[in-house]
């Protein structure tokens, strides 16, 4: 395939677990929703071999060819730039190329926290570098940026790559895809982050451990989890917000369990049930990260405001839903 252009530009949201994190990895369904913030990459061909990545905000730093050259602060930035080296290396492989890449990363929401970072990083580089090739598929793009980030979380569902590629709300399980859900109107939600930064793979691991040494109990939460997802997919289909609400409360209940919440997740939880929600859970693989709560639509910004006045550290921002996926502008 020949280069068509020298210069491309791509983006992927990010997204949140509404139900079914960990217990997917394991084959229970999940549902997820992408949101209205955004990776961005800007691809450049330059001279040489090299494959240099810049990263700007919130990402860490910059690497060549497989090799960390400068990192910033930002979370484990070499476990997270050497692969999406690779992530371009991998498109520029299959379409028969060995040339030098100037990547510049921008992402407009805070990474590390389970918002799908690495994945919407690994869709926004695939769509980018793939681009300066051909129009490529969503189909494709999925697939290669699921192998990639796959480098990143060793056993990754592939359900972020599915979100930050689609973007709409899903129903995902690992054997048979996702189904799309379609709403009315968004799912009044609101995000608050712990500040506490997480590594997907040792959470991952960590369950993995309880699994293996705890299979009873964890085939049971499972169980739990996949009937609450399916209990969910019908309450978010209805718009019934409360029973939405109570589903995540139990999800958390079965997330405490697995060990994957923490003390600040539990209390920023507490404070917004005590403040009315009707539920509220963490998301992603958790050990801090972020949390989501649903407040009943009427009271919503009135609720939103409190937790903007009261819990301004945990960067609170209401949720609204992408519906367009990965972009190549
Ligand atoms: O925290 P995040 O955004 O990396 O989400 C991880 C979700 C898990 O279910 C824990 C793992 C997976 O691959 O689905």
Request: aromatic letters at 8%.
């Amino acid at each position: 395939m020949r280069l068509r252009k020298r210069y491309s530009e791509a983006s992927a949201p990010g997204k949140v677990v509404l139900f079914g994190e960990h217990f997917v990895v394991y084959g229970s369904p999940a549902i997820l929703a992408a949101i209205d913030r955004r990776v961005h990459a800007k691809v450049r061909v330059s001279s040489g071999e090299e494959i240099t990545i810049l990263s700007g905000q919130k990402l860490g730093g910059s690497a060549g060819s497989g090799r960390i050259i400068k990192t910033q602060n930002g979370p484990e930035p070499k476990q997270l730039l050497e692969p999406l080296v690779e992530c371009a290396k991998a498109v520029l492989s299959e379409r028969g190329y060995k040339i030098g890449l100037n990547i510049e990363l921008n992402s407009y929401f805070p990474m590390g926290v389970g918002l799908g970072s690495s994945a919407a990083c690994c869709v926004a580089i695939t769509a980018a570098v793939d681009s300066l090739f051909h129009q490529p598929t969503k189909k494709w793009i999925c697939m290669k940026a699921t192998e990639s980030e796959r480098r990143i979380h060793h056993d990754s569902s592939g359900a972020d790559c599915n979100i930050c590629t689609y973007g709409g709300i899903m129903y995902f399980t690992k054997g048979n895809g996702f189904k799309r859900i379609r709403v009315e109107k968004d799912l009044p939600l609101a995000l608050l982050n712990t500040k506490e930064t997480h590594s997907t793979g040792e959470l991952v691991s960590s369950v993995k451990n309880y699994k293996d040494s705890n299979y009873p109990a964890f085939r049971g939460l499972a169980g739990s989890s996949k009937i609450i997802s399916q209990k969910a997919l019908n309450a978010i289909k209805h718009s019934d917000y409360r029973g939405v609400g109570g589903l995540m409360n139990q999800n958390q209940t079965l997330l405490q369990e697995i060990g994957v919440s923490s003390r600040k997740i539990q209390r920023l939880i507490d404070l917004c049930l005590k403040k009315g929600a009707w539920g509220a859970k963490l998301t992603g693989a958790g050990g801090g990260g972020c949390v989501i709560s649903l407040f009943p639509p009427d009271k919503h910004s009135t609720f939103f405001r409190w937790i903007e006045n009261n819990l301004k550290t945990c960067e609170p921002f209401p949720l609204k839903i992408d519906y367009e996926g990965a972009l190549i502008h």
